[in-house]
């Protein structure tokens, strides 16, 4: 349906969009129709039966809505349903344009313009600008009140600046400008009166649309409802050759088919990786959940005493309890490290045992994909510099509450290079936050086992009103480079997030209407177990 507007007839020239179809207004003798006597679609018939029934060829959307008692949306949804039966009705639609007062051009045809009303209030003693100042048409007021030359300011009155009437008497020219067009006498006004009215925003030109209804070649004043289906009861019994069957509208959209959607947040982990693919980072295989404890520990420089090792933060598998196959080199090398030190490095002098490292489980962060990964790395003939990304499960023995689960999804991003510094991790980090649109990042000093320096990375969280931690980050420690086989001299940074944080849900729900295509209670997903940060 066109969008028409949906004017108040509070002019005689709102009704010019029909006038000019050649027909006058419409009898008066036709009296006032009762809306509340039938539809709209047979009150317009009825109306446009009269009229013809006086002589006039047709009437005016405008005109019949005001003498129906119906709003004129209401009576071109008669007119657009009336067309739909065919050649009932004929409607011709018709634009004109018009000069309307705006709220503010309202209110000074009631109390008068502003400058009037700022001269009113100067007593002969005058006022102290200050004081003016506080009138509600005291800024506007006194602008133009100084411009007609109808004050005077006095910058060394005692008491501060004082403004004094300069004529006896002023002429509300404005005002009688605006009820010129209320009254219906717009043209009448010199252009620049309208324009200077328009700049002060006081007059407003308005589009009206309107359509010109004549009676059309199958016209009736009764409506029969058109049937829309033919159905096997119809054949059957023949009575679909007495029907009225609605037209076939080939152009029309066909419902839409209800369909799942992605889950939100395997768009947004799309458009993280596509992220990473723009800054030249390779995906890293992460498809073993199932992870041996040296690769999820070990080989990162993790000693076996730790608390993330026990039994209360991981979920251990019971078949197969132990893994196999090693690369028995580099896991007596690790041992030295962990047991003995080297590398400059003493190491955490324990009794480092195999059948620890040999215990499988659930991963509890990609960072054993990223070792193992960078063991490959290591393994080449001549070192390469690389960058890789992974984007993944992972999985921690928690007590399900607002702020923990025992299944999320790590975002991990690893960089391998000859003499990378905490500098190039900051500056890789602003990079990837910001075309996340992150723009407002902290740093703060952390503690890993496997990284040093370590930091923790805060971002400003806009719905939350507060900062929030959405990352940690580090150079990776020469016990854990080293041993694989790394050549001296080479850095690795790295950082790692969770896709449920706080500020990553918090950039996907921006465009959640256009990701899940409906509407999301935003409050709820911040309040969510993945969002809250109560704890």
């Given at each position: 349906?066109?969008?028409l ?10 009704l ?17 129709a ?18 013809g ?8 959307s ?31 639609q018709?634009?004109s ?37 506080k009138?509600?048409?005291?800024k ?10 109808w ?9 501060g ?7 006896d008497?002023?002429?509300d020219?404005?005002r ?17 009166d ?6 002060r ?11 010109w ?37 080939f152009?029309?959209l ?6 799942g ?20 980072f ?26 993330a090792?026990d ?5 251990f598998?019971k ?46 962060h ?49 960089v391998?290079d ?9 500056g890789?980090l ?13 740093f ?25 931690e959405v990352?940690?980050s ?31 849900i918090?950039?996907g ?15 709820m ?11």
């Amino acid at each position: 349906m066109d969008a028409l507007s949906q004017e108040t007839l509070s002019a005689p020239e709102a009704l010019s969009p029909c006038l000019s179809g050649g027909a006058g207004k419409m009898s008066p003798t036709m009296g006032e129709a009762d809306a509340s006597s039938g539809s709209a679609a047979e009150l317009l018939l009825r109306r446009l039966e009269a009229a013809g029934a006086h002589g006039e060829a047709g009437i005016c959307s405008l005109e019949a809505a005001t003498a129906l008692g119906l709003e004129h949306q209401v009576l071109v949804g008669a007119v657009k349903s009336l067309q739909s039966l065919g050649e009932v009705i004929e409607a011709e639609q018709r634009t004109s344009k018009k000069w309307e007062l705006t709220p503010e051009g309202q209110e000074i045809v009631q109390e008068g313009s502003h400058e009037v009303r700022v001269f009113n209030s100067i007593p002969s003693e005058g006022l102290v600008q200050s004081e003016l100042m506080k009138l509600p048409s005291g800024k506007v007021g006194f602008s133009k009140a100084m411009s007609n030359k109808w004050i005077q300011l006095d910058k060394n009155s005692e008491g501060g600046p004082r403004i004094f009437r300069a004529v006896d008497s002023v002429e509300d020219s404005v005002r009688e400008k605006l009820l010129q067009v209320q009254q219906g006498e717009a043209d009448s006004l010199e252009e620049k009166d309208r324009n200077e009215l328009k700049k002060r925003k006081l007059l407003a030109e308005v589009t009206l649309k309107s359509y010109w209804i004549k009676k059309g070649n199958a016209f009736s004043t009764s409506v029969a409802k058109q049937e829309t289906d033919l159905t096997p009861e119809m054949i059957a019994s023949g009575s679909w050759r007495d029907l009225n069957f609605k037209a076939y509208n080939f152009e029309a959209l066909g419902i839409m088919p209800e369909s799942g959607h992605l889950h939100p947040l395997l768009k947004v982990r799309s458009q993280f990786r596509q992220i990473f693919l723009e800054m030249g980072f390779t995906e890293m295989p992460t498809d073993n959940f199932i992870e041996s404890s040296f690769w999820n520990f070990d080989a990162l420089y993790v000693p076996q005493q730790h608390p993330a090792r026990d039994q209360h933060d991981t979920f251990f598998i019971k078949d197969p309890a132990e893994a196999i196959e090693f690369p028995m080199d580099y896991l007596k090398r690790v041992k030295r490290v962990h047991s003995q030190g080297g590398y400059g490095s003493q190491g955490y002098k324990y009794d480092w045992k195999l059948e620890d490292a040999r215990k499988n489980l659930l991963r509890t962060h990609t960072t054993a994909s990223s070792a193992r990964i960078l063991y490959q790395l290591a393994q080449q003939e001549k070192f390469t510099p690389a960058k890789y990304f992974s984007i993944d499960r992972v999985f921690r023995n928690e007590t399900l509450d607002a702020t923990h689960l025992a299944e999320f999804h790590q975002i991990e991003g690893v960089v391998a290079d000859y003499g990378l510094t905490l500098g190039d991790l900051m500056g890789v980090l602003k990079e990837f936050f910001t075309k996340l649109g992150i723009t407002q990042l902290r740093f703060k000093p952390a503690y890993n086992p496997y990284t040093e320096p370590s930091m923790e990375v805060f971002s400003y969280h806009q719905g939350l009103k507060k900062w929030v931690e959405v990352g940690n980050s580090g150079v990776f420690r020469p016990e854990l480079l080293l041993p694989m086989g790394l050549p001296d001299g080479v850095s690795v940074i790295a950082w790692g997030l969770s896709l449920e944080r706080p500020t990553m849900i918090k950039y996907g729900i921006n465009n959640i209407r256009e990701l899940v295509g409906h509407k999301v209670n935003l409050q709820m997903v911040y309040n969510s177990p993945l969002c809250r940060l109560d704890a």
